[in-house]
């Protein structure tokens, strides 16, 4: 009788490592060790430069990153800082400008409201005679300037002093148009302290000789959000005021400004 076949024992070959490759290694990830069969992860590269050359020239990225990114906000404060003024001591112009800053189930929200307030003393004081209210009116239902007049209306300016623009989707639309399109050449405008030096000086690339009227607001989470996100803006400030697109909309020139100036004259 035959004996079984016993099972041949396996043994296992040995294998060649794997050649490396120059630069196939990648900081932080995992690779498959040939001569242990496991899976092992590579020590991550150091993110900072190890020889003094390298580090010289690591400075000089961060700081040319630095300056580009503070030439807006320098130059937005070169332009208007000498023509943010108070209600008190702003220059007297036949226009202001208030610029919207949303609403509230169909009234201007409280930033709003401040501006439009300040718009008020201003005509009530005598410094400006007509007030040119711009904001967004891209949906039916969502009307700025509408809810901007009727708040003024109540705080005494007269509906024939209020002239409404209802394409001005963002600052630089607004100055374009008001230029443009309203026909005004000078105006004082009306926003809050962070966002008054950007108005100033896009009204002035816009061709509007411009002061700005800085709304004080006390210093909560919205105030902040404000002014970092003009941090961010400027940037975009900038680009406008060198290659001065035309506004979203622009449309055919309107009398509503020389006709209430006219008609205040009048009287």
């Given at each position: 009788?035959?004996?079984p ?7 296992p070959?040995?294998?060649?490592p ?51 990114a ?31 800053a ?36 891209s ?31 963002d ?14 050449d000078r ?56 290659l001065?697109?035309?506004p ?20």
């Amino acid at each position: 009788m035959p004996l079984p076949k016993l099972p041949r024992p396996r043994v296992p070959r040995p294998r060649a490592p794997r050649p490396r490759v120059p630069g196939s290694r990648v900081p932080g990830s995992a690779r498959l060790s040939w001569s242990s069969g496991r899976l092992t992860r590579l020590p991550r590269r150091p993110w900072w430069p190890r020889d003094r050359r390298g580090r010289r020239r690591a400075v000089q990225t961060v700081m040319l990153g630095c300056v580009l990114a503070l030439m807006p906000v320098t130059w937005m404060h070169a332009v208007a800082d000498s023509r943010v003024r108070t209600v008190a001591d702003v220059p007297a112009g036949d226009v202001a400008v208030v610029f919207g800053a949303g609403l509230r189930a169909g009234r201007p929200a409280p930033y709003l409201a401040h501006r439009l307030d300040a718009a008020a003393e201003l005509y009530s004081t005598g410094k400006v005679k007509v007030v040119l209210v711009t904001g967004d009116n891209s949906r039916e239902e969502y009307d700025e300037p509408d809810a901007m007049r009727t708040y003024l209306i109540e705080r005494g300016v007269p509906d024939g002093r209020i002239v409404s623009d209802y394409a001005g989707f963002d600052t630089w639309d607004s100055c374009v148009r008001a230029r443009k399109i309203f026909g005004v050449d000078r105006a004082v405008l009306v926003t809050q302290g962070f966002h008054v030096r950007r108005a100033v000086a896009l009204c002035r690339a816009a061709g509007v000789e411009s002061y700005g009227v800085g709304v004080s607001e006390r210093r909560d989470a919205t105030w902040y959000y404000g002014g970092i996100r003009e941090m961010f803006a400027s940037g975009k400030a900038a680009a406008e005021a060198l290659l001065r697109p035309d506004p979203m909309f622009l449309g055919p020139t309107e009398t509503g400004v020389t006709e209430a100036l006219a008609a205040g004259h009048a009287r």
